[in-house]
């Protein structure tokens, strides 16, 4: 029994052993690792406009790197990066490893808002006016605008003219029906 307890207890030393020499290997490789990602210098990404710079991903879509605090670390290679925010459309970069360590400027272009806006009755020859300029002739409008306030006019030669207010969002789409009241009048004719 004495025999079998001293085995077990060099067998549990020789254990630990292993145990700690790869636990500082580890350590030593994660050091070495992170050493070399940070001599190599990183990569600062800047994205714009500002309203998206704290809510903007970044993700590293090919190449070994590391991204942290939105510097990109490597050692070779190009990497491949992608930029995403909600309402602007994603942009992707290549970054050449000439180009590594040098700060790298991403422009986010924001989705436009979309209007679309019919007439009822459906008129045919209605010139649609947005913010004072003709946009469209016909029997509907459909068009990609900035987001914000905008005035819409709405212009047939056999209804009232209508003017209406209406506010479109980054990347949403309005829909607009206008109800067209006819133009009524009284005709006198005289002949001889």
Known sequence: MNEYKGNLETARRRQRKIYFIGFIFLI???LVVGFALLSAGGTPIKVTPTEVQKSAKIIIKSGVAVLFDNVIYSLA???KISVEAVGYRHEERIIESHKRGQSI???LIQIPSRVTASTEPNARNTKWFID???VNTGKALDRELEPGL???KVDNPYYYVVEREF???RAQN????ITLEPVI???DISTQ
């Open 28 to 30: 030593v490789t994660v």
């Open 185 to 187: 009048g009284s005709l």
């Open 167 to 169: 506010e479109s969002k």
């Open 174 to 177: 309005t829909e607009l029906t």
């Open 105 to 107: 400027t991403v422009d």
């Open 77 to 79: 290679g190009n990497i």
């Open 150 to 152: 905008h005035k819409l």
């Open 132 to 134: 004072g300029v003709l």
